[in-house]
């Protein structure tokens, strides 16, 4: 059975792949992008099956007409895809206070936005699935671009809780979290010219050399991650996130041990601050 898909950034990079995706497998799909002229080949190839639709996802009132034309065009709206962000690879004190606001409004209340459009319509139909295209940023951080990871954190709790809140009404909300992909995203991230300051050449420096060399072999394919959201959107049981490539899993295990590990580190300051707790507050661990 087709379903009606909106999906946000579908211009170019995994959006644009998941649209196509979605469109190849008989789905309707309101296809959206800040310039929907850059959607006009979707048009051109899928017909009377997409809409292309200018969407500022930090617009409340530009996602709530998004929503509203797949509900105009197709009847309903089936699959929500919160696609749309970018990254901004500078040390944080670099990062004008515009910036900041700017990538946490698109990839944090970009998401929230769309949510709060879609879920009237999920609500009154008593299905829907909401899927939240996330990172491996949004388990753990680099020492670069704090603000995307500041927002991806914020999307995993958002979508933890938006999840229980809706599950009896038949409504699925699941993030998606991959590591590094081959699409435009490194480059674009990268592409204002930028001198680090000396004071963070250690940090934000070597992690920027480093990355130089991945974008174009990273482990991610876009097109096989458009397959999964296919299958996602279709799954009946869905946890809340879901890691998606080799890198992305070696490295949040990583991350996880090293929290558990200082969480066992730290149990009895943890313990010491209950009223119930027995004398004074212990010595602080040395690592």
Not at 171 to 193: C, D, Q, W
Request: aromatic share 6%.
């Amino acid at each position: 059975m087709s379903k009606v898909w909106l999906i946000t950034g579908s211009a170019s990079g995994l959006g644009r792949d998941i649209a196509e995706a979605a469109l190849e497998a008989g789905n309707q799909v309101v296809a959206t992008a800040r310039n929907p002229a850059q959607l006009s080949s979707l048009v051109d190839r899928y017909g009377a099956r997409v809409r292309a639709i200018r969407l500022d996802v930090t617009n409340a009132a530009e996602g709530k007409a998004a929503v509203q034309a797949a509900v105009d065009a197709f009847g309903r709206l089936d699959v929500l895809v919160n696609n749309a962000g970018y990254g901004d690879l500078r040390p944080f004190e670099q990062t004008p206070e515009e910036d900041v606001r700017r990538q946490i409004e698109t990839c944090l209340y970009g998401v929230i936005n769309l949510t709060r459009a879609a879920l009237p319509v999920m609500r009154e139909q008593r299905s829907g699935h909401i899927i939240q295209i996330s990172s491996i940023g949004g388990r753990m951080a680099f020492p670069v671009n704090a603000p995307y990871y500041a927002a991806k954190w914020g999307v995993g709790g958002f979508t933890e809780g938006i999840a229980l809140e809706v599950a009896p009404i038949g409504v699925k909300v699941t993030a998606l979290e991959p590591g590094g992909m081959r699409t435009n995203f490194g480059k674009r991230a990268t592409a204002a010219p930028l001198e680090v300051w000396p004071e963070y050449e250690p940090s934000v420096g070597v992690t920027l050399k480093m990355l130089e060399g991945l974008w174009d072999s990273a482990t991610g394919d876009p097109g096989k991650v458009a397959q999964v959201v296919l299958k996602v959107a279709g799954a009946e049981k869905l946890p809340p996130h879901i890691l998606l490539g080799s890198d992305s899993l070696e490295m949040v295990r990583g991350a996880e041990h090293a929290r558990a590990e200082a969480t066992a580190r730290w149990e009895a300051v943890s313990k010491s601050i209950d009223v119930a707790a027995d004398g004074p507050i212990p010595d602080l661990p040395t690592n």
